[in-house]
């Protein structure tokens, strides 16, 4: 079996197990992953079955779809300290999604934050994250995103109030979007393979890393939390500091969270992690990836330096 066969199996596998357990709502995302799975076929250039797992990797790229849904094709509200920005359509829609890009410019527009026409991205999209992103997971992914369902959607146009955005952009990417040169896989021992995860696909420190009062990550407080996350709410230190971090937490505490919303002490997660975990209006998230790689992340995250940084309610 190839590795995305063994995902589909196992993400099957899950669905059943799920069903049992969990919520209407839930249970309808579970069977629509499943639905779009079997209905995806594999592309030249990436492998779209592998590719649903780096979509539930990357959050289920969740930015990209409204609550009410479909899956990306956009429209979500985005508040930000510099305006409100409004997810892109990146269904294979010809007109209003990204359905005419080539492959290269679909990898562009994620990984260097370039779009089609030359313009630079907000750095709402964490392209500067993404940059990271493997050449093999990064061409999955664009298969998969091509098998999506096409919506026709015209996203409204962001609401700045930076004075020339454009020229803004730029100079952001300039300051702040390092050079980096992604590798050609992901790397195959566990820790170094879910510190990629976590830097450059699962993107963990978009909104529990605080950020400098130009949006850019504060890197001495790497994944020590933040009073003031995306939507303005606390998000807790994930750093294993035993006082104001979860240094107390085993492996198997991370694998239940990230695969069912589960706490240790059983209360279940709330706000945004709900969102990455689940995936939104049926997206995958972090609780369809495979045993293996919800292991990575949490051996990786128990070896990041203790920072202590206490988080307000
Ligand atoms: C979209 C924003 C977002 C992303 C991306 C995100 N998180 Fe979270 N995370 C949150 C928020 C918000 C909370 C607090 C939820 C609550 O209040 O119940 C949280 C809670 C947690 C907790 C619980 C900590 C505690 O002390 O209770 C852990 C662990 C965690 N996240 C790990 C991760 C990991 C690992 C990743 C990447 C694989 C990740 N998160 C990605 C927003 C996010």
Redesign the pocket.
Known sequence: MSEGEEFTAETRRRGAERRRLWSPRLRASAVSLGWLLAATPVLGGGDAQRGAMVFAMA?GCGCHTASEGPVGAGGRELPTPFGTFYGSNITPDRETGIGAWSDDEIVTAIREGRRRDGSIEAPVMPYYLYAGMSDTDVRDLVAYLRGLPPVARVVPPARVTLPLPRLAYRAWRWLYAPALTPPASAPDDPVARGRYW?DHV???G???TPRNRLGAPDAALYLAGTDD??DG?P??N?TPDKATG?GKWAENH?VG??RAGR?PNFDN?????V??IEGVAGGAG?KDLPENELRS?AKY?KTVPPVRHEVGE
């Open positions: 959050g976590v699962a993107i963990c978009d909104c529990h996350g995306p709410k998000v807790p994930i979860i991370y969270l990230l706490l997660i709330q706000g945004l992690m969102e990455v972090y992340l995250l």
